[in-house]
């Protein structure tokens, strides 16, 4: 980590959670401990965050990472994907951070919501708040269903626990179905500013602007984008203005400088990025590094240190 904060620091620090076992790029484990660790230790290691696992892997994950620790290297974060019943991924997260922690700590663990009522919100949270007394909870909500309702939900049962948890939103996929509409994504952050609520993003999101992917025929959302509505909409934004924000597709609208990250005319300012990392946009999950690291380097994003 940088030990002088800026304004590109404050943006990308930890924003990008490894997610190499993930499809597409579904590596074997060996391979994204591998890759994992080259990326932690390169130039853009700061950018990294958390390692990403389904819990249905977590006993290999302990079993390459015992064998491989160097000695003195740096604890690792996981975040833990529930992929099965959420009784049996609890407990194989629970058992996990007995064998490893300090090594390795759950940190946070992520689960989709599939039935938006009020008793899947607290059966889910119970699950995912069972792991360990400190873990934080994503619960993940399904835009086939109201966002707002489902934000509302999680909101109402992280308050009633008493615990610090947020709301994540998946951006894309293999097909053109698994992309929400710029809208989607605008009334999902603003519930979840409206709740105060952290959140996270993942799938799609391979560059930091909104682009056209020839590939599959559709836009990619971009995470500098929905990081920038995140923090205007923190200042009072409305949401046709956040829209405006999360569709824009002109680079040149963006900049991330050591004094400020903009959007147009509106500026933000390295304490409120902090902030915003903080309490709003946390992190996004990613099986690339570094299409989208050298993609802002090459917009002059990261800079050359600070």
């Known amino acids: 980590m940088r030990?002088?904060?800026?304004?590109r620091t404050a943006t990308f620090a930890a924003?990008?959670?490894?997610?190499g076992l993930f499809p597409p790029a579904q590596l074997p484990m060996t391979d994204a401990i591998r890759e994992y660790r080259v990326l932690r230790s390169g130039d853009h290691g700061w950018v990294s965050g958390r390692f990403l696992c389904p819990a249905s892997l977590l006993s290999d994950l302990a079993s390459v990472a015992t064998a491989t620790f160097a000695t003195g290297e740096t604890p690792?974060?996981?975040?833990v994907i529930f992929d099965g019943q959420q009784g049996e991924s609890a407990a194989l997260a629970a058992e996990f951070q007995a064998?490893?922690?300090?090594?390795?700590?759950?940190?946070?663990?992520?689960?989709?919501l599939t039935e938006a009522t009020p008793a899947a919100v607290v059966s889910l949270l119970d699950a995912m708040l069972s792991v360990a007394p400190d873990v934080v909870p994503f619960?993940?909500?399904?835009?086939?269903?109201?966002?707002?309702?489902?934000?509302?939900?999680i909101s109402e049962g992280l308050g009633a626990r008493h615990r610090v948890g947020g709301v994540k939103l998946r951006c894309g996929g293999?097909?053109?179905?698994?992309?929400?509409?710029?809208?989607?994504?605008?009334?999902?952050?603003?519930?979840?500013?409206?709740r105060s609520l952290p959140f996270k993003a993942t799938a799609g999101l391979h560059q930091p602007i909104r682009h056209f992917d020839d590939a599959i025929?559709?836009?990619?959302?971009?995470?500098?984008?929905?990081?920038?509505?995140?923090a205007l909409a923190e200042r009072g934004m409305d949401a046709t203005s956040v829209e405006a924000v999360i569709a824009d597709t002109d680079k040149d609208a963006f900049s991330v400088s050591a004094a400020f990250a903009s959007w147009r005319e509106h500026?933000?300012?390295?304490?409120?990025l902090r902030r915003v990392r903080r309490t709003g946009f946390v992190a996004y999950g990613s099986c690339d590094f570094d299409e989208p690291t050298e993609t802002l380097e090459s917009l002059g994003f990261l800079g050359g240190g600070a």
Not at 15 to 19: K, S
Not at 179 to 187: Q, Y
Not at 217 to 230: C, D, P, S, V
Request: hydrophobic share 50%; aromatic share 6%.
């Open 174 to 194: 293999a097909t053109e179905d698994a992309f929400p509409e710029p809208n989607e994504v605008a009334e999902f952050v603003m519930a979840a500013t409206d």
């Open 267 to 272: 500026e933000i300012p390295g304490s409120a």
């Open 99 to 112: 064998e490893m922690d300090p090594a390795m700590k759950i940190a946070g663990a992520e689960a989709k």
């Open 76 to 79: 690792w974060e996981v975040g």
């Open 15 to 19: 924003l990008i959670d490894y997610a």
């Open 139 to 153: 619960v993940e909500v399904d835009k086939a269903m109201s966002i707002g309702h489902q934000v509302d939900l």
């Open 3 to 7: 030990l002088v904060l800026d304004a």
């Open 217 to 230: 025929g559709i836009e990619r959302h971009g995470f500098l984008n929905i990081l920038m509505a995140a």
